[in-house]
């Protein structure tokens, strides 16, 4: 079986452009949560979306949003960029919401410059 | 505040001895507990966890204590191996998740040495 799966792997932008991240599930996994890693923060959680709905949010500004798909991919879209937005990305999968054990991409790393 | 602490950024261990990696938590709701091992370049992979209704939880060579009365748990590797250097991660999560989901400590780097 796939693992999950996360596009691109690596990305550079500047301060105040916007960026989409990409995942894809392991199959059959309908929750798919959202994660920022930076070196001070450690692993913070950003959102989790289960049947194309968030289900729950964590802190962070409203520049951060998502969406999911009837195929349960996800999207991930920050906007307006700042210098420290710079993070590890990770996108992690469940088959229902919740207590469930998450499997996790690779993640997508992102630099702004 | 950090509800979930990993007081310990490095640990290194022979190979062989056991490797003890702390957790501490300060959420009292949270009810499950799980580690997670982390390589450069690759996502988090879960590696075991724990239910508050239980004080042990054993795989292989990985064994999870909880402390409930003193919101601890510990992950025991024995006997450890180079090919278990890598970043731990504890993490936790309550019954309601809230807007927390799975909320994470900062990671205890483990390095075995041969």
């Known amino acids: 079986k796939a693992g999950v799966t996360q596009t691109p792997r690596y990305l550079i932008k500047t301060r105040g452009q916007q960026v989409t991240l990409s995942c894809s599930p392991i199959s059959g996994h309908r929750s798919v949560s959202w994660y920022q890693q930076t070196p001070g923060q450690g692993l913070q959680f950003l959102f989790e979306?289960?049947?194309?709905?968030?289900?729950n949010k964590g802190n962070f500004p409203g520049r951060f949003s998502g969406r999911q798909f009837s195929n349960s991919r996800s999207e991930m879209n920050v906007s307006t960029l700042e210098l420290g937005d710079s993070a590890l990305y990770l996108c992690?999968?469940?088959?229902?919401?919740?207590?469930?054990?998450?499997?996790f991409g690779p993640g997508t790393r992102l630099l702004v410059l | 505040d950090q509800q979930v602490k990993q007081n310990s950024p490095s640990l290194s261990v022979q190979e062989g001895r056991i490797s003890i990696l702390n957790c501490d938590y300060t959420n009292s709701m949270f009810d499950y507990f799980l580690w997670y091992k982390k390589y450069p370049a690759e996502g988090p992979t879960f590696l075991i966890s724990i239910s508050s209704i239980k004080d042990k939880n054993e795989d292989g060579r990985f064994t999870v204590f909880l402390n409930k009365s003193a919101k601890h748990l510990s992950l025991h590797i024995v006997p450890s191996q180079p090919g278990d250097s890598a970043v731990y991660f504890c993490?936790?999560?309550?019954?309601?998740?809230?807007?927390?989901?799975?909320?994470f400590g900062k990671g205890t780097k483990l390095t075995v040495n041969p």
């Open positions: 979306y289960f049947s194309e709905t968030q289900r």
């Open positions: 993490a936790a999560t309550s019954p309601q998740g809230g807007s927390e989901k799975l909320v």
């Open positions: 992690a999968s469940s088959r229902w919401q919740f207590q469930e054990t998450q499997y």
